[in-house]
């Protein structure tokens, strides 16, 4: 059997385990990693909890430990193209080769742990399990890892982590994590272990409540961004921004990041405090500026505001709560000129789509709403009457396939526009899903 063929049964077999069934008990987990020599114990690691912001912190706290010359494990999800996304090693998708001989490994002895189970382990239980023991196998100095959903009973959870990071928390999952801010901020703060230093990003009041009690429980020491850390300023750049940052253990100026948002110039913070808390880095003791200001200039964060083509720019944001799209909102408007803007939207049916769509409203021209791959994705029909009644009838068009939708959309931003296209745009948005459609298809 070829690499190829191998990892594509790989991959054939984990998604036979559901890929959005979710299953909310660490029993199976810790039984798989017991069998397996606890992997996870063989690093130490950075986890990152939160509702917006999760990826591209922890893609900066990567690169930033890469400038310090770690040997970095990064798992995030969901993926844009390919699982192998999910697991990196220093900042790098691992090999078909290597995803499929490590899952090999694993497989019988999750057939084990599935037997003695009422419920076998989940898609998300087994990537986790592929990631620590990738990560041991290495073996990588660090691990970033990013939960899958919530904290407590999250797969990721059985990592007692040293230093945790909670980026900014609102409404989403509600279905699974309770239907208020602090119902969910205190399923997130159970990644909070004893003795852990937490780094904190600002948080609405119903949130920080939740953090602070936990970390009081069990011990832990929290640095709050506008407290202990935070952005002192920011300034648009070409591809990107400038900042100043108060860290931990001082200031770091003339940091350019190649993202576009004041969200992300919080991340950037966030993920400067986390990886000072981990090299020991405060009061009497600042990280070396040349080693931070490279690690963030080669920060990348894959459709958050990415742009993949150019007269007319097109862009793809993953927004798919009001949070996120409110801060992708804001860095159009600061970021951007444009003079014509047409959004293409398709969201899950779970979500929040008159939330996002109001959002929108007031920043774009024309909106194409579409169906995007997932089993739970919205109607087409359905979105595009939510769209009729805050856009009206005239400024919305509907496409049920993405590569119908996106030459729409670049069509209608096109229409009535004399001489250049720099000014014009299409910004493909409302879910993860929807820009790994449009992604496929445009980079190419």
């Not at 090999?104 to 239980?125: G, H, N, Q, W």
Request: contains cysteine; aromatic residues 4%.
């Amino acid at each position: 059997m070829t690499d190829r063929t191998d990892f594509a049964a790989v991959e054939a077999e984990l998604n036979a385990r559901g890929f959005t069934r979710m299953v909310f008990e660490l029993d199976r987990i810790e039984s798989l990693l017991d069998l397996l020599g606890s992997p996870q114990r063989a690093y130490p690691a950075i986890h990152l909890t939160g509702t917006n912001g999760k990826t591209s912190t922890a893609r900066m706290i990567d690169s930033l430990l890469r400038a310090f010359g770690l040997h970095t494990g990064r798992y995030t999800s969901p993926h844009l193209e390919t699982v192998r996304e999910r697991i990196s090693l220093d900042g790098e998708p691992v090999s078909e080769e290597r995803f499929a001989a490590v899952y090999r490994e694993i497989k019988p002895l999750a057939e084990l742990v599935d037997a003695r189970s009422d419920e076998p382990l989940t898609y998300f239980d087994m990537t986790t399990a592929l990631a620590f023991a990738t990560f041991a196998d290495a073996p990588v100095d660090i691990a970033v890892v990013e939960v899958g959903l919530g904290g407590a009973e999250d797969a990721t959870n059985v990592l007692q982590a040293g230093v945790c990071v909670i980026t900014p928390i609102g409404l989403d999952h509600t279905e699974w994590l309770g239907d208020t801010i602090q119902d969910i901020a205190l399923a997130k703060a159970g990644i909070i272990h004893p003795g852990a230093t937490v780094i904190a990003a600002a948080q609405e009041e119903e949130a920080a409540g939740p953090l602070l009690e936990r970390c009081a429980e069990v011990g832990a020491t929290i640095a709050r961004e506008g407290g202990e850390f935070g952005v002192q300023r920011r300034a648009v750049a070409v591809g990107g921004q400038v900042l100043t940052l108060q860290g931990l253990g001082g200031v770091y100026d003339d940091v350019f990041i190649p993202l576009h948002g004041a969200h992300q110039a919080q991340n950037a913070a966030v993920a400067l405090a986390a990886v000072e808390a981990f090299l020991g880095a405060g009061a009497r003791r600042q990280l070396d500026i040349e080693a931070v200001r490279e690690g963030f200039a080669s920060t990348s964060s894959p459709g958050r505001l990415e742009r993949v083509r150019n007269a007319p720019t097109v862009l793809l944001d993953g927004a798919h709560n009001p949070h996120g799209m409110k801060a992708t909102v804001t860095a159009l408007q600061e970021e951007f000129a444009f003079s014509k803007l047409v959004a293409v939207i398709g969201v899950l049916a779970d979500k929040d789509a008159e939330g996002l769509l109001e959002l929108l409203e007031p920043v774009v021209d024309q909106v194409v709403v579409t169906r995007n791959s997932s089993p739970r994705a919205m109607p087409t029909e359905e979105l595009a009457e939510l769209a009729a009644e805050i856009f009206g009838e005239e400024r919305v068009a509907s496409a049920e396939e993405m590569p119908d939708a996106i030459e729409l959309a670049v069509a209608m931003a096109e229409e009535d526009v004399p001489g250049e296209l720099s000014g014009v745009g299409v910004l493909v948005t409302g879910s993860v899903v929807t820009v790994a459609d449009a992604r496929r298809l445009l980079k190419r």
